[in-house]
């Protein structure tokens, strides 16, 4: 029964999805074509992997506001290496994965030698990481043309780009690793009672640490997916993506308070977002209308999914038996 | 005897698949103490959140005084004068004492709250729970477990009330402060009001009770006048003869699995020396804020010590784990006192909780479950433990307070720990589960393992211990053989170590 009930949850998010897409299909001929699967798919990477990583440390019982930030510093630190350094595209994405595990790693270690909230702490880092990108590119776009190509390069016979397989590969992993990883079991357990499971024996502060580091690592994967489809290294980047990755997630049903969220879920509210921001664009909505219906969507979604599981609880209390 | 002050009448209530009630009646006379007894899971709790209001009954009839009481919230409760003392503390830690007892109810003008009249009813109220010296504006947070319960009570007091639930009151109380308590209940049941008084504590109940009604398995079994011998309560609560005897004990060899010598531990542990050997199950007594908690967080890692050194089996060498981690990987296991707080994830699945300590990896693949051994080993340790419960998949917060506690003990199982370290290993649980568990715990030891068990009840620690230590104000004040221990003696430890207020050491 309790198989169910989570599955439900599940049908329920695909069930919106479903809903969006007719909606857009609808309103207009030209929406449901495989340009704007096209389009959509490749909005996708930057989104997802950061949610992904979101995820994972909202799973820990915290929060990671900096990655928005984080992303743009590992682009920056990219873009000045390879423009202004000549260093090679390979060893310049290697130090920009770094950068961003680095920023992770700060994370982890002011939450746990300091007993800060991560709220704070992260925030201290979506200020300072953003600094940061701007030091490394001397507040200017660095222009890279097709040097990060490759990661927009369709895949033949499937149209759609490497990086957005490679987010859904990573969004997969993930799944994996919460659901059937010792790994995943010791997040959940952190996340939903702290004191318990340091004293069955576990370290919350290295769960929390090696979750930080992954969201400092993924949110580079997304900077340079970015960079990779602007063709340019804009300090700019990334603004907002933190909020977008926690609306992802909550979406999806991960919980703000720790203990609870699925990877796939996080991946279908990524969808969501994605579907409407296509769909509204392709109406002709203006960018002020577009937030507004976004936000919108956002609480409705999350509201209608509560009163639904609230519903299938007491139907199944009531039948169940 | 007239109208029952409250009438339940084939009271129904399911939790998903699990059938808490079954049709369960009940009659409850005005100004009487009428105590509820039962197993986990007998329905004891699930009726007085019904009657509190905190839980809607699926079918059945409920009146007071005569006319119809179906409640859907706390507050409709109270309105009608049933007011209910919560098991576990609801205490809001950063608000006053005052605050705390008047959260619904605070004395205010125009939103602003009258502080002069909210602390004159707050030292009212306290001074009927004995609590007369307590200053009302103190945070609730600085207050001892005993001392937050009876501000709990407090509260519950301060409202008229024509019935008055109160579940598992004295877990948490010393016996002085349990004493305050009954002498406030026979108050009330003088003023008219009824009381309906559910605990694991037979002792309690012939003391204080008028009549206790017996509940198994949702139903009830009989109500009868609280004189009733207690070898006929404990078999009608588990259907079949349960005998709470002493457990059979091998003899104790020799190895040593546990020596502390002098710890301390800030100001509640003060220079404690103990040892516990394989095969042996050594006993900690004392007083509420003896330190005996704290002995064992000590030992154990999850407290800093201050001083003084432990040896593990033959060691040599100082074990000085700094967190529970080091102590888990020495093969030491933990049983909370505080289950809820420390012991449980509560909203995670059955499965989750029993299989976290061990997980089943596939071989070649590290660090990835096998998820069909887990299901396998999960129901085993579940079955092995006498669990109760509908799904692996359920949250655990769904099973009976004693069911959870089985599984805070069973998880440890697949460990084979060489030392356990029990902390009120029974609280919450009923007699004939405590009995299990007793004897889980002597197998335990006769595998060779050494355990040292922190109890508040005596007749515990004299049933399963082959030692008893006493420890008062965080210092070893009695030590006991099985023939040697009396209830003289032991109190008298109990109270020797209490040292005047503002002793230096």
Redesign the interface.
Known sequence: ???LRRSADFLFLALLLGVLIAFFSGMSDHFWSMQTVNTVANRIPPLALAAMGMTFVLIAGGIDLSIGSVAALAGAVFGWLVVDRGVSVPVATLAALGAGALCGSANGALVNWMRMPSFIVTLGLLEGARGLAYLATDSQTKYLGERLGALQATVPGLGLSVAFLLAVAGVLVAHFVIT????G?HV??VG??E?????????PGKVRMTVFVLSGLVAAAAGLCQVSRLGAADPNAGAGLELSAIAAAVIGGTSLMG??GSMLATFVGVLIIATLEAGLAHLGASEPVKRVVTGAVIVCAVAAEAARSRWMARW??RS?? | MGEPRLKATGLKK??????VLRGLDLEVAPGEIHALIGGNGAGKSTLSKILAGLAPADAGIVTLDGEPYAVASRQAAQARGVVMVLQELSVIPTLSVAENLFLNALPARAGIVDRARLHERAATALRLVGLASLEPSLPAGALGVGQQQLVEIAAGLAQQCRVLILDEPTAALSGAEANVLFGLLRELRAAGTSVLYISHRLEEISQLADRVSVLRDGQLVATLPAATPRAQLIQLMAGTTVQLGSTARNSVKARPALRVLDLHAGQAVRGVSLDVSCGEIVGLGGLVGAGRTELLRAI?G?DRRTAGRTLLGDDTVDFAPR???D???RGIA?V?EDRK?????????VR?NAA??R?P?RRGLA???D?VAERRASTRLLEEMQVRYA?L??PLAELSGGNQQKIVIG?WLPCQASLWLLDEPTRGVDVAARQGIYDLLRRIADAGAGLLVASSDYEELAALCDRVLVLSHGQVTGSFTRETLNPRDFMTACFAGIAPTGDPN
Do not use: C, K
């Open positions: 029964m309790n198989t059937r990883m010792v790994f079991r959940i357990a939903t009672n004191e318990a499971a340091r004293l069955v024996g576990l370290s203990g609870r199944l209390n169940g038996n | 399911a939790f998903g698949q699990n059938l154990y999850a967190a529970p981690a102590a888990v990987r933990y909370p707080q420390h012991g449980i994830f509560a909203p995670l699945a989750f976290l300590m997980l990896v660090g990835w479950i998820r799904d998949e359920q998880r």
